[in-house]
Every structure is written in C-alpha cells, then in structure tokens.
C-alpha cells in the first residue's frame, strides 16, 4: 500500500488565486487556466513507460474498488473478466492525458521518481506535481539541495488526488 497525491506549489496556486483541485473536473479547469497563463507544465509526474500517472491511476481503481465489494470479490477470485473494471480509471487518464497537461518528455528525462522530480519540482515553475509518499517524505531533506529552491524558497502542500465526480479518491 502507498498513499498517492498531489504536491502542489502553494505560492503559484496564490499568485494565480487558484485553490487546490478537490474533484477531476475543478483539476482539469484549474489545470486550463494555469496553461492559459503561460504554466506549459502544469503537472509533474515521473514517466517511465510503466509508471505514468500511477499516482493518478492507482487512486483512482482503488476507490472504485472500495464502493463495489463484488469487484473486489471477484478481483479476488481471479475473475477472467474482473479487470475490466479498471477501463474506467484508464479512461479517466486518457482524458487527462488528452488535454496536454503533462510533457511526458520533459517527465521521462527524469532518472527516477524520487530526487529528480523533487529538484525539478523546486525550480518553482510546475505549479503541481502527481506523486506517491515516497517521493512526499524526502521533499523538506531534498530542499538544501536545490539552489534555485533556496534562492527563492515557496510553501508546498500535499493533498490527496482530486475525486472523480462519480466519487472519491483512495489514500
């Protein structure tokens, strides 16, 4: 298990008075205006060919899961067509995907989903970042490296993926 979010730049979200997403659609119309501002990135999320949006994804399935106890069930029971449940959550990101808020190329020049994507988030320019724990709990330890970040530090926040509106999200 792994918690999933969001980690956002407090200080763009301010400057552009945006407030954080907390459904799919406030994410996508959030995400609209930041690139009408000029924010050619206004997501972050590690690309390696298996792990796009796995911190989208992810949420997304499980929380699905969570309201329906029979996919559950049958997932469990290795049900032949109990994945197809999860076409829902991949066309949720293939919508995402579709509106051109990720670079998925300037995402895969990143080595891992850890240091890197952590230094490039504190170059303050990428207003929100797709994450799991992980990459979370070494953001403060990661500042001091970052020259940019301490030449102009900004708050952050993290806060759970935004919810679809048929509902929820899963952390």
């Known amino acids: 298990a792994s918690t999933f979010g969001m980690l956002v730049n407090d200080d763009l979200f301010q400057k552009e008075g945006l407030t954080v997403p ?8 959030v995400c609209d ?17 298996s792990h796009m949006l796995y911190a ?9 899961l969570e309201r329906n106890q029979k996919q559950l069930d049958d997932l469990n029971a290795l ?6 449940m999860m076409r829902s959550s991949l066309e949720l990101t293939e919508d995402f ?14 080595k891992n989903a850890y240091e890197p ?5 504190f170059e303050g320019d990428i207003p929100m970042m797709f994450v799991d724990g992980d990459t979370v709990s070494g953001t403060a330890k990661r500042e001091s490296l970052s020259e940019t ?14 919810s679809t509106e048929e509902g929820g999200y899963f952390l």
């Open 149 to 162: 970040f301490l030449a102009q530090p900004f708050t952050y926040s993290f806060h759970p993926i935004p």
């Open 117 to 121: 994507m952590i230094l490039r988030f």
């Open 79 to 84: 049900v032949s067509d109990a994945g197809e």
């Open 56 to 64: 989208m994804i992810y949420p997304y399935f499980c929380a699905q």
């Open 97 to 110: 995907m579709s509106h051109g808020f990720i670079d998925t190329e300037a995402c895969r020049e990143m």
């Open 33 to 49: 205006t930041l690139k009408e501002r000029g924010y050619q990135n206004p997501v972050l999320s590690y690309n390696d060919e």
């Open 22 to 29: 907390q459904s799919y659609s406030e994410l996508i119309q």
